[in-house]
């Protein structure tokens, strides 16, 4: 088994501003949730430890600021990152509208790695603006995988991670399968 040190998964989360990824990073890592809009600037890091295919594995998230003002800097966090989660509103449709800007973001920085569609605030239904059947679309069309999430509720938090790493997992015993052949 593999040590702590030795996996490491960097992701990056990107999407429009307020649309909850600091809240989705810190409810993951810290178990916390915070009612007040926590503004990033630049990037924030968030890390813990999960189980993967019974491996411990550290994944340190690179929450990046949503706000245009930030796009000259934002590309120097990609680099290295082994997998990306691109956050939209349910409640929001313009932060829906901007996740093809947000893939090609990431496809521009880090070619081949897995990306998650997250839709955030599963908690606002009842404000919902972005059906589940576009959002599973938009995820079909980007080779992405879909879940839908609520930072404030707990509901499916910890799922946007773990599923995104075993993806990655997958990716790495991929390559080191097709090395071995060689």
């Keep these: 088994m593999a040590d702590i040190t030795d996996i490491v998964y960097k992701i990056i989360i990107v999407g429009d501003a307020e649309v909850g990824k600091t809240a989705?990073?810190?409810?993951?890592?810290?178990?916390?949730?915070?009612?007040?809009?926590?503004?990033?600037?630049?990037?924030?890091?968030?890390?813990?430890?999960?189980?993967?295919?019974?491996?411990?594995?550290?994944?340190?998230?690179?929450?990046?600021?949503?706000?245009?003002?930030?796009?000259?800097i934002r590309?120097?966090?990609?680099?290295?990152?082994?997998?990306?989660?691109?956050?939209?509103?349910?409640?929001?449709r313009q932060s829906f509208k901007r996740v093809g800007h947000w893939v090609q973001q990431v496809l521009q920085h880090c070619?081949?790695?897995?990306?998650?569609?997250?839709?955030?605030?599963?908690?606002?239904?009842?404000?919902?603006?972005?059906?589940?059947?576009?959002?599973?679309k938009q995820a079909k069309q980007n080779k992405m995988i879909f879940i839908e999430s609520s930072s404030k509720e707990n509901v499916n938090v910890n799922d946007v991670f773990q599923r995104l790493a075993e993806q990655i997992w997958k990716q790495y015993e991929k390559m080191a399968s097709s090395h071995s052949d060689e």
């Design 24 to 72: 989705l990073a810190r409810r993951f890592t810290m178990d916390q949730f915070d009612e007040s809009y926590l503004f990033t600037l630049g990037v924030d890091f968030f890390a813990k430890e999960i189980k993967v295919k019974g491996n411990r594995v550290k994944i340190v998230i690179y929450d990046t600021a949503g706000q245009e003002k930030f796009d000259f």
């Design 75 to 92: 590309g120097l966090y990609f680099e290295g990152a082994a997998g990306a989660v691109v956050a939209y509103d349910i409640t929001n």
């Design 111 to 136: 070619k081949g790695i897995p990306i998650e569609l997250v839709a955030t605030k599963l908690d606002l239904e009842d404000q919902r603006t972005v059906t589940i059947k576009e959002g599973e």
